[in-house]
């Protein structure tokens, strides 16, 4: 049952390392999004600092909802999901690797990439580091939750666009969360509860979301 | 059977609606609310729910069943809705510190219960739908998205319609104005991945998923968006403690959500009809129907 588990990760990761001009797109969308506010909103560094949270969060958000497409359409497409649908193996755990893939590939990144953006955006060190630690607690409940729009949609008529109806209303929690998280260190609060709160979705998610998924997948492939 | 079982909530219904006008005083107001909704749901429960439910439901024999419960719960929608009307405008007393404009509140409180039950509503059939697997809970289902996105939308409208006099503005980002706009984006959601699966009972189960989901969601987006934000005045009926607005307020407001209740299920049951004929057309009994001209 692991030894399935980590194939499905390793061969995902694989796949991703082989196609990385797709992984940079996702992280290059993230980057233009939020160089994007910046000139639309003017230079000012009060502003800039005021707006980053919640900026730089809906802009994980975007980055997070346009790479789902990515999550399932090519095994879709080639058949490999439907083996893994017949396979023995609990359909749950090969989708909680194909997620935990799909994460590492375009949700750690993103993270890893936040400081340098905040520091555009002139945020204190600590909220930097608050930014860093809310993605990291919120990201993973992102791919976990747009998995199961992503199965929604697999096959459906404009699912490009039909993802984002179904996926962003979902993840409002965590963009409230997260941007909190980072406000409240900002003013000086503690953003604790924010980050715990966010850790708690993310949990919540792990347990539920593979087991949506793999329903959504068995509906969506019959 | 179905028939006395219905017969019998009609008449429960009215007279709870009935005694709601002539025994005014909040000591019996709960004892009306209680009857009202009996009779409503003896109504629903005598063909509706049983033939749902239990597996005999066919959209055959539920065709002509919904075709003649929908007059019965027009009327009382219109019925309930005039007398509410009538409450809310004429004997409502002007609000002290409100003044008139107050009176939206009678189109727009009922509205937003209804835009949170119907997703229930509709969250439940869906679920029904994909557990037991029956055509039919599954179709109540897609009848029941338009109505309660359409009730959605009212409450938004009604309510920054109040607020421009009230609060000076139409529209405030507190926490409960917002989670009505994402719970339309929920049902957006629901319709739009509905209309994009071609096959309708695939679109049947994915959608029922959604609605699970949805559900499963809803309190966290709700917590969230409370936490996020809150300058809305405190809610405006407390369930357990006596009303803090006058009794003939109370009770036009519950009226109204009767009325809207009536007029949801007549509405959703003549959507249902038009997805039974839509989705059986190659089916004898709707060819039947063509051939004989009948509506």
Redesign the interface.
Known sequence: MNSAWLTVLKRDLLQAYRRRSDVATTLFFFVIVSSLFPLGIGSDSAILSKIAPGVLWVAALLAGMISLSRLFATDFADGTLEQMLLSPQPLFLLVTAKILAHWLVCGLPVVLLAPVIGLQYALPNNAILILVISLLLGTPALSLIGAIGAALTLGARGSGLLVALLVLPLYIPVLIFGALAVSASQSGMSPQAHLSLLGAISLLAVVLAPLATAAALRISIE | MKKIIFALGFVIAIAGAGLMLFVHGAKYLSVNIALVMLGAALMRQSAYFADTLFHNASPQTFYPTAGKMIPWFAWLAVIMAAYGLYISFAIAPTDFQQGEAYRIIFVHVPAAWMSMVIYLAMAFWAAVGLALNSRLSAMMAQALAPTGAIFTFLALVTGSLWGKPMWGTYWVWDARLTSEL?LL??Y??FI??QA???DPR?AD??GA??A???T??VP??Y???K??NTLHQGSSINMGAAPKMASTMFEAMILMALAFWMYTIAVALMRVRCIMLERERHANWVKSIGSEGKP
């Open positions: 994402i984006f929920l957006l959601g739009a991945l994009s699966i071609d695939k189960r994915a998923l959604l699970i989901v949805g499963v969601m966290i987006i917590g969230s968006v936490w996020w």
